[in-house]
């Protein structure tokens, strides 16, 4: 009978627990409702909540977008921090600048860039000035003074074309046609010489 006990406690088990090994060891007298064979099932988070659900979709469609069509992506983020950046210069803008889609998703959005840095490089070179000011809006610029751009974000540095100054605190960005895209770290802004 033992035997038979130790055969039901194995069908009874979540498969998922069996691959981990994780037993369920309640103490004397503890009875769990739905534990059997002494291994607690295991979720690992699922389901997921709509929202959460929702959030995971969006991220991997973006990352789907940003990889099938570079240029289209790099452009159309360039445009909207742009448009983001002249609402920011508005006074009564001022108000409600943190809570748009576009500051919350600063983090996601850095991911993507590295991924099609990484990815995609010849696509990226030749957008090089828009994907640096997505990647000067995504950065807090106290950030980069401090720690440098090497260090905040590494993946932009492998492009020759780009080039970080310490001591003044500026970005020189290589852009076509020969012109160079100097950011200044303290007030944000870029020229195009």
Sequence with gaps: MPAQDEEEKDTTRCPLSLAVGKPHSPSAGEQKPGVRGGF???TMGLPLSPAADS???ARHALSLIATARPPAFITTIAKEVHRHTALAANTQSQQNIHTTTLARAKGEILRVIEILIEKMPTDVVDLLVEVMDIIMYCLEGSLVKKKGLQE???AICRFYMVSYYERSHRIAVGARHGSVALYDIRTGKCQVK
Excluded: T, W
Aim: glycine share 0%; with cysteine; proline share 22%.
């Design 40 to 42: 607690a099932p295991i």
């Design 152 to 154: 905040c974000f590494p």
């Design 55 to 57: 959030a995971r979709s």
